[in-house]
């Protein structure tokens, strides 16, 4: 049967022509194709297709293409592979998080001299921290590790005049009529190294310097020190309604003197009735449960009351005698640096030839 030859609409005259194309060339084997019959073609014009002016104007706009399905396709694969490689990708290692401390005697660090107490007669306050750091053991000087805010919380909280140097400490009663102890005398690496029975026998021990230096008040340097105190009085920690920051309860206060001592004066010839408590914020680099500002706040009512009081007693530093002391401890430092230094060499001596 002939095949019908393509047609094409032509823009300019409107009609249907035939276009050539491969099937209208004959193959070499082929018989020519026989013309159809008049009558044949008459029933064909019934069909033809003719454009007029009006539907040429008026025709459809073509509806947009449909998406390519390549497209999605490769955006597929491509999501697909990205979440195939990042779970085949092994992922970084965590970073190493610090264990957890335990409890080290004694021993552990009996190559680090305490630290000693700053205290003298009747100071406006006493600061008490934990006990000393390694690295405030071999400084020899009270919060010495760089990472530690004490000396800048002092500052910003208006106890001293200009950010002191851990060199520094032993010049606080002279210039700022304040003072410094710890709970536990010995050095470690921190406090989780240290025992509830250490703790308990420091409550007692600072119990006994405050009743005989007679500070107006202490400030506890930490949450987990007035815990420790609390649980020595009361068997117990504190409860959240039991704590709270700053000043504290007049029956919480320290060095009083038991009710079967007698009753004791202080400086102005009235009964001692103990030091004041004020607790604070650990000034400790590690203590990131709150913000900088959070403890500057808790910090600062502190330094006011130390200010108002300094005024009324008309206190007026010493900076000849804070000089002197600075000196001398300086000096002091260095030979107990060369002790450490002597020490270390001959443990190491010692183990080698173990």
């Not at 009743?211 to 007035?226: H, L, N």
Request: one cysteine or more; proline letters at 9%.
């Amino acid at each position: 049967m002939p095949r019908k030859a393509p047609t094409k609409l032509d823009p300019e005259e409107g009609t249907m022509k035939h276009v050539p194309s491969n099937d209208d060339v004959s193959e070499p084997d082929e018989m020519p194709a026989t013309p159809p019959s008049a009558s044949f073609r008459a029933q064909l014009t019934k069909y033809t297709y003719t454009q007029t002016a009006g539907t040429a104007n008026h025709l459809p706009a073509p509806a947009p293409a449909p998406a390519s399905p390549i497209t999605a396709i490769k955006r597929t694969r491509a999501t697909v592979r990205a979440a195939v490689e990042s779970v085949s990708e092994p992922s970084p290692p965590p970073k190493k998080k610090r264990k957890p401390s335990k409890y080290a005697g004694p021993a552990e660090y009996a190559h680090l001299l305490p630290l000693v107490d700053i205290l003298e007669p009747n100071l406006i306050c006493v600061f008490v921290g934990t006990n000393p750091g390694v690295q405030t053991a071999i400084a020899g000087h009270a919060y010495a590790h760089p990472s530690n805010h004490f000396w800048k919380l002092l500052h910003s909280s208006g106890l001293t005049d200009r950010r002191l140097k851990p060199e520094e400490d032993r010049s606080l009663p002279a210039q700022y009529c304040m003072g410094n102890t710890n709970i536990v005398d010995r050095p470690s690496r921190d406090a989780a190294e240290l025992s509830k029975e250490e703790t308990a026998a420091g409550t007692a021990n600072l119990e006994a310097k405050f009743r005989k230096y007679k500070p107006e008040a202490v400030c506890i340097v930490g949450k987990g020190i007035w815990e420790a105190i609390w649980r020595y009085r009361h068997g117990k920690n504190p409860s959240k309604k039991d704590f709270k920051y700053g000043w504290q309860d007049e029956e919480h206060n320290m060095g009083k003197t038991p009710d079967d001592a007698g009753e004791e004066l202080d400086e102005n010839g009235k009964v001692w009735k103990g030091s004041r408590v004020f607790v604070t914020t650990s000034t400790s680099g590690l203590a990131a449960s709150l913000k900088p500002a959070e403890k500057e706040a808790i910090w600062k009512p502190f330094g006011e009351w130390v200010q108002r009081r300094r005024a009324e007693r008309g206190f007026k530093p010493r900076p000849e005698k804070a000089q002197e002391v600075i000196d001398k401890t300086g000096e002091t430092s260095a030979r107990s640096a060369n002790q450490l230094d002597l020490l270390e060499l001959s443990l190491i001596t010692a183990s080698s030839e173990s």
